[in-house]
Nanobody, 114 residues
């Protein structure tokens, strides 16, 4: 079955960096549009970044220039490099695969605080 396992979250100071990874299995990774979403306490889940089969990317306006999404089809993994982190980036980050329907990982907590 489809599995998405996120890793790389944690506590970081403002201005710091983290790289999230999402290891995928159970489907042909190269055929899936992969995305990162996040959900902060009391807020709705929002799309942070998306990468298509051809490597085209889309970003939430507030993370443009700071976050970079990439994929390694040989490793069945999608990444989210997050630089210049801000307290408002604090959230649970979820990996998402779009196949015939949406599939979700379990999420990884990112906390930006001094």
């Amino acid at each position: 079955q489809v599995q998405l396992v996120e890793s790389g979250g944690g506590l970081v100071q403002p201005g710091g960096s983290l790289r999230l990874s999402c290891a995928a299995s159970g489907f042909i990774f190269s055929t899936a549009v992969m995305s990162w979403y996040r959900q902060a306490p009391g807020k709705e889940r929002e799309l942070v970044a998306r990468i298509t089969l051809l490597g085209d990317t889309t970003y939430l306006d507030s993370v443009k220039g700071r976050f970079t999404v990439s994929r390694d089809n040989a490793r069945n993994t999608v990444y989210l490099q997050m630089n210049s982190l801000k307290p408002e980036d604090t959230a649970v980050y979820y990996c998402n695969a779009l196949l015939s329907k949406y599939y979700w990982g379990q999420g990884t907590q990112v906390t930006v605080s001094s």
